[in-house]
């Protein structure tokens, strides 16, 4: 059974401040990484993707991706209200199109 | 990406009856995806369908449970069987992204089930 840990939360950070989320993925196979953004009684939405080593930025989110350590994080700059959420992490699995959710982790942003 | 329209949005069952949920995507996709949210988790495949084949169901999830169909490239259902109270959750579709997998996976708007 693939495995995608995330800490719950909730991570509170002040409006402004930088949010950091992790997670950890045991599919040593996993090429593709998403990070999805869910506020409460939504579907999820999709706010980054990943695929090699290192950092990629869109905005103020930078996800992080280390292969070797299995390890993908998700870094929100200027941290804002409208950003408390639940954030994903969805691996997808090695030799398939699925992906593999983490259970999330809980982002308060107070003003 | 990919626009989908799932209904219905959510529902109030009786134990024991079934509820068949579709999902009609704006443009053609190999696969479809079925998850299942239960109250405060993440989410849980239940099943991927491809057009004219069976489903494939994921390990605790059975087709008597959970027929799917995948009749076209644009369209899917997922039925509840023989609902009970612990089916009640979020019921979601999802395909890929523009260009296949590795562009993400857009979701439906989602099914709220409670089953009484």
């Known amino acids: 059974q693939k495995e995608v840990e995330q800490n719950s939360g909730p991570l509170s950070v002040p409006e402004g401040a930088i949010a950091s989320l992790n997670c950890t993925y045991s599919d040593r196979g996993s090429q593709s990484f998403f990070w999805y953004r869910q506020y409460s009684g939504k579907s999820p939405e999709l706010i980054m993707s990943?695929?090699?080593?290192g950092d990629k930025e869109d905005g103020r989110f930078t996800a992080q991706l280390n292969k070797a350590s299995q390890y993908v994080s998700l870094l929100i700059r200027d941290s804002q209200p409208s950003d408390s959420a639940t954030y994903l992490c969805a691996p997808r699995e090695a030799g398939f199109q699925k992906l593999v959710f983490g259970t999330g982790t809980r982002l308060l942003v107070s003003p | 990406s990919a626009v989908i329209s799932q209904k219905p949005s959510r529902d109030i069952c009786q134990r024991g009856t079934s509820l068949t949920i579709q999902c009609q995507v704006d443009?053609?996709?190999?696969?479809m995806f079925w998850y299942r949210q239960q109250p405060g988790q993440s989410l849980t495949l239940i099943a991927t369908a491809n057009q004219g084949s069976e489903a494939t169901y994921e390990s605790g999830f059975v087709i008597d449970k959970f027929p799917i169909s995948r009749p076209n490239l644009t369209f899917s259902t997922l039925t509840v069987s023989n609902m009970s109270p612990e089916d009640s959750s979020i019921y979601l579709c999802?395909?890929?992204?523009?260009?296949?997998?590795?562009?993400?996976?857009?979701f439906g708007s989602g099914t709220r089930l409670t089953v009484v």
């Open positions: 990943i695929y090699s080593n």
């Open positions: 443009s053609q996709v190999t696969m």
């Open positions: 999802s395909v890929e992204g523009t260009g296949g997998s590795d562009y993400g996976y857009t």
